[in-house]
């Protein structure tokens, strides 16, 4: 066990349909980073937070979009859904910038 | 931007034998971070093993150890006695010291046969 948590853990929804997923990194980490991964394909990086700032941007499409929370967890909602975004979503976090990430569960997303 | 190749889609590997995964990278940072993480069949990432750039001494994980070789921007993960719990896929990744994104290889994928 990482510590790190993501909610939900599956997620099926519709396209068009508009979802939230939810990570919250280990304790004490100031950090945050999304991901996607599709099927068989390496991680993409998203996005980086660090304490409430969004740090850096990765391949992440105009209808993602992230934040990071004053208590540290952070939320990556996905709108306008493809059938394309079906994928699973891992967020990472560390405690500093020059340290290792440590990766959540991932959220699996199915856009039907 | 870095950039970091897999030439080994997939490996496989006797159980009990020795295999070594490889990855290169590109970079024109002087230091910087290496990684090499798991993801077992669960799909869970498992950071494996780290090297930092300015150290020349290669790190070691009980059975897994890198070959760091940073002229040749190589780094390179040996799994010695491989058991079956290692058969998973395994990432190289990059990222630069004070940096805000790590940058990921396509993976290899190690077959551990009994």
């Known amino acids: 066990d990482s510590g790190v948590t993501q909610t939900p853990k599956h997620l099926i929804t519709a396209t068009g349909q508009r979802v939230t997923l939810r990570c919250s990194p280990r304790?004490?980490?100031?950090?945050v980073y999304w991901y996607q991964q599709s099927l068989d394909q390496g991680l993409q990086f998203l996005i980086h937070y660090y304490n409430g700032e969004e740090r850096a941007k990765g391949n992440i499409l105009e209808r993602f979009s992230a934040q990071q929370f004053p208590d540290l967890h952070s939320e990556l909602n996905l709108s306008s859904l493809e059938l394309g975004d079906s994928a699973l979503y891992f967020c990472a976090s560390s405690s500093r910038p020059n340290s290792e990430q440590y990766f959540g569960p991932g959220t699996r997303l199915t856009v039907t | 931007a870095q950039t970091v190749t897999q030439s080994q889609p997939e490996m496989s590997v006797q159980e009990a034998e020795t295999v070594t995964l490889s990855c290169t990278y590109d970079t024109s940072e002087s230091d910087y971070y290496l990684f090499w993480y798991k993801q077992p069949p669960s799909r869970q990432m498992i950071l494996v093993i780290r090297?930092?750039?300015?150290?020349?001494q290669n790190a070691t994980e009980n059975r897994f150890s890198v070959n760091f070789q940073k002229a040749a921007k190589s780094f390179s993960l040996k799994i010695s006695d491989s058991q079956l719990g290692d058969a998973a896929m395994y990432f190289c990744a990059y990222r630069s010291k004070g940096g805000n994104q790590f940058y990921f290889g396509t993976g290899t994928s190690l077959t551990v046969i009994p």
């Open positions: 304790s004490g980490d100031l950090s």
């Open positions: 090297q930092e750039a300015y150290k020349q």
